[in-house]
């Protein structure tokens, strides 16, 4: 990349084979360069200091320090961008999911079982880049907060063919999470796709049931959308709106990667769309890239309400910004807005 600089990464990890694994599979990138590389959070706060890296991979189960301490300690006293890469064990899902509320921008499996050599190779540069654009501002590790008083369910209530559709990427669990917390228990059914892999979709979902008003799960093929309850899209497959006998319905399945994403957001968008209509709000949350972009203007041109994050509230603007360019959002608020927009939007629909 002539004229550019490139974006400095450090590898951390106490496996040899995985430092030179990561190491290859970013070194033929030309925006990308390896700095260097840590077996342990020791050594790598001597090397952030010396190298001066824009973003960080960061393992989990480590020796001397685990990943998740030293990652606190780090947004407390250092706060940069970090890639967090973890097992695909169910311990370190929830490990994982912690680590992105303590302030890890994103997450990205080791190859093991499903999850091949090959996927990584062509995940963790679009990782990197994400990370590298974070907004890292109040990024320092907090206790989650108590949630607050709900948002107002509108006076005349909703149709019960009412769904709520919300898409979002790099800094997006939090993002949902905050969105989510102050929903009325009384709310439309809601769909969700979040860029996560495999096995984190569950324990993020998890985390959520345990935080929520509402009842939170990962989706299963067949599922009912029903009011008071959110679906999270499963990591590595599509999710789906369907109307099966007057009710709502996702179907999970695989399918070929949309903007290089599986769960894509467009995916999901296109069927509320084509299935709910102008029934249908929908949500763009932080993220890098433009899944969801297209999939948000059919959306609103079938008659659906649009809400879009905005830039100030963002982690990156990528998504949201795709969506505002093409025309496809009705109104950019910020994140704490959100929640209240959606449940007033759902009285606008019962209204026309």
């Known amino acids: 990349m002539r004229g550019e600089r490139k974006i400095k990464v450090l590898i951390v990890d106490d496996s040899a ?21 840590a077996p342990d959070p020791f050594v790598a706060r001597d090397k952030i200091l010396s190298l001066r890296p824009d973003v960080l991979t960061l393992d989990i189960e480590m020796p001397r320090m685990d990943g998740l301490t030293f990652l606190k300690k780090l947004m407390r006293f250092h706060p940069m961008p970090v890639v967090v ?14 680590a992105l509320q303590s302030g890890a921008v994103e997450v990205l499996a080791k ?4 999850y091949s050599v090959g996927e990584l190779k062509r995940e963790l540069p679009l990782k990197i880049r994400a990370a590298a654009q974070a907004r890292m ?4 590790v907090e206790p989650v907060a108590a949630a607050k008083a709900p948002a107002p369910v509108p006076a005349n209530g909703f149709s019960p063919m009412s769904i709520i559709a919300i898409g979002a990427s790099t800094g997006g669990t939090e993002a949902i999470r905050e969105v989510l917390m102050a929903m009325p228990d009384a709310s439309p059914g809601i769909v969700v796709v979040q860029h996560i892999p495999a096995v984190f979709s569950a324990a993020f979902a998890n985390r959520l049931n345990d ?17 008071g309850h959110a679906l999270i899209a499963p ?3 599509h999710m789906t709106l369907r109307n099966l006998g007057g009710e709502y319905r996702v179907a999970v399945q695989d399918g070929e990667r949309v ?3 599986r769960p894509s957001v ?8 084509e299935t709910a209509g102008a029934d249908a709000i929908g949500a763009i949350l932080t993220g890098m890239g433009a899944d969801g972009a297209k999939g948000m203007l059919k959306m609103k041109r079938a008659g659906a309400r649009t809400v879009a994050q905005d830039e100030a509230s963002c982690v990156v603007f990528g998504m949201p910004h795709e969506a505002i360019k093409m025309g496809a959002v009705d109104r950019v608020l910020p994140l704490n807005h959100i929640a209240a927009e959606l449940m007033a939007l759902c009285a606008v629909a019962v209204r026309r």
């Open 266 to 273: 467009d995916v999901l968008f296109d069927s509320v769309a």
């Open 17 to 37: 084979i995985v430092r030179k694994l990561l190491a290859e599979c970013l070194e033929s990138e030309p925006d990308l360069e390896v700095v260097g590389t």
């Open 111 to 114: 190859p093991g079982g499903p």
């Open 211 to 227: 935080l929520c008003r509402i009842q939170v799960r990962e989706a299963a093929d067949g599922d009912r959308v029903l009011p």
């Open 235 to 237: 990591g590595n497959f």
């Open 259 to 261: 903007c290089y994403q």
């Open 137 to 140: 501002v109040n990024r320092a």
């Open 85 to 98: 890469i973890s097992s695909l064990a169910q311990s370190s899902g929830k490990a994982a999911i912690e």
